[in-house]
Nanobody
Framework: QVQLVESGGGLVQAGGSLRLSCAAS????????MGWFRQAPGKDHEFVAA????????AYGDSVKGRFTISRDSAKNIVYLQMNSLKPEDTAVYYC????????????????WGQGTQVTVSS
């Protein structure tokens, strides 16, 4: 049974930082891409970042480029999202996902999802 479990969300002031973690279990993810998406109230899922499990190629959404960094620890099966210079508009539920179609920015093509973790940035 595949499980993706996010952690690390919380409340932070604008300009602050948070690091999200996604612990993956239940299968071998070496052929998968791991992605982070977010969803704010009343809005659709927004692509944040993605990383290939092997090779470590990355992609970022335009709104987070230069502020967020995605990385993975292959030995521990954990994917991280380091978020710096946070803005109130970064407030959303952040989801970890696993998919098989490269650095894809479309959430519907991802196969597995975590339960999400809330990030709230106050002004």
């Amino acid at each position: 049974q595949v499980q993706l479990v996010e952690s690390g969300g919380g409340l932070v002031q604008a300009g602050g930082s948070l690091r999200l973690s996604c612990a993956a279990s239940g299968r071998t993810f070496s052929s998968y891409t791991m992605g982070w998406f977010r969803q704010a109230p009343g809005k659709d899922h927004e692509f944040v970042a993605a990383i290939t499990w092997t090779g470590g190629s990355t992609a970022y959404g335009d709104s987070v480029k230069g502020r967020f960094t995605i990385s993975r620890d292959s030995a521990k099966n954990i994917v991280y999202l380091q978020m710096n210079s946070l803005k109130p508009e970064d407030t959303a539920v952040y989801y970890c996902a696993a998919g098989r179609y490269g650095l894809n920015r479309i959430y519907r093509v991802y196969d597995y999802w975590g339960q999400g973790t809330q990030v709230t940035v106050s002004s």
